[in-house]
């Protein structure tokens, strides 16, 4: 199983969301910023690392939203999502093709990858 982590980060009603590159899996679809965790670091510490790679930011990482197991035809993942704040800079696209920051209203306008529908039913509930 691949541990990988993310990060759900609101600015007041609207939260974060990034798409996919168009030449990686899960092309193009939506999902929140992060990665996978390297051997040797703990889940936070990958979180920042991911979040200064793909967007040229340092992440004030909180607690915990949710996690969830999900199983694509090629890889297993147990995402982590972690509540987080920027702390510095303002986002760049360093790897993903667009960025949003969306009301929970608005999540059915949009196509993420499998694994975040549960996280996203989650925010709705919020």
């Keep these: 199983m691949t541990e990988v982590v993310a990060a759900l980060i609101w600015d007041r009603d609207k939260f974060m969301i990034c798409q996919r590159p168009a030449t990686k899996s899960c092309a193009l679809l939506w999902e929140f910023v992060g990665g996978k965790v390297e051997p040797g670091e703990t889940k936070e510490q990958a979180l920042i690392r991911e979040c200064r790679e793909e967007l040229n930011i340092t992440l004030s990482v909180g607690d915990v939203f949710t996690e969830v197991v999900h199983e694509y035809p090629d890889i297993t993942v147990h995402l982590t999502l972690f509540n987080a704040e920027i702390s510095e800079g303002v986002p760049e696209l360093l790897e993903h093709n ?11 306008n ?17």
């Design 98 to 108: 667009d960025l949003k920051w969306i009301t929970p209203s608005e999540i059915p």
């Design 110 to 126: 949009y196509n993420f990858c499998p694994a975040d529908k549960g996280i996203l039913k989650k925010i709705l509930k919020k």
